[in-house]
């Protein structure tokens, strides 16, 4: 149990059968009547957030999100099978659970997969990636100095904008928080 009093950045806890996220707290002791905790709360399973205030001595159970760092095996077109590379269990996952940047994940990366009593709510892709150009327009020669770019498709299917030397076959790093190209590898 925790008291409101007592919220920190990154708790999470359960209420009214909502597993909730504190993002940011204020603790707020006003000249007049008495003090409160205000925060700002994330629904770990759908993302929503909402602003609530608290009395201190509110008490809520603690939630314990398992994380597990998994390999991304395959997909069948609906579910994405994940292992854990310990005990060789596969974990399915349902297509609609699958973040935007997850079109940067190839087969064979680790992902973490988050779960609140073993129902996955969320996939975090590694930060970073390197990728093969599958297509892209050739480079012209004297191009490197502008900072203009150019659109490329990556192994993944993957679509990002690349500077104007960049060519098929090169292996890039990408970002997969912002979806752009960091450098040649």
């Known amino acids: 149990m925790i008291l409101a009093g007592d919220f920190r950045n990154n708790v999470t806890f359960e209420d009214d059968g909502n597993v909730l996220q504190i993002i940011e707290f204020q603790h707020v002791k006003p000249g007049k009547g008495a003090a409160f905790v205000r925060t700002k709360l994330r629904n770990v399973i759908t993302g929503s957030v909402v602003e609530r205030t608290f009395n201190p001595t509110d008490k809520f159970p603690l939630a314990v999100i398992e994380k597990m ?11 994405y099978y994940f292992m854990d590379a310990e005990t060789g269990d596969q974990v399915p996952v349902n297509k609609d659970m699958l973040p935007d940047n997850f079109k940067f994940v190839k087969e064979g990366d680790t992902c973490r997969i988050l779960s609140y009593k073993g129902k996955v709510f969320g996939i975090e892709p590694p930060m970073f990636v390197e990728l093969e150009v599958t297509h892209t327009e050739p480079g012209v020669k004297g191009d490197t100095a502008t900072g203009t770019t150019k659109p490329a498709t990556l192994e993944t299917g993957a679509e990002i904008k690349v500077p104007l030397f960049v060519n098929e076959g090169d292996v890039l790093k990408i970002d997969t928080r912002t979806g752009e190209y960091l450098e040649r590898v």
């Open 69 to 79: 760092d998994l390999q991304y095996l395959y997909d069948d077109g609906e579910l």
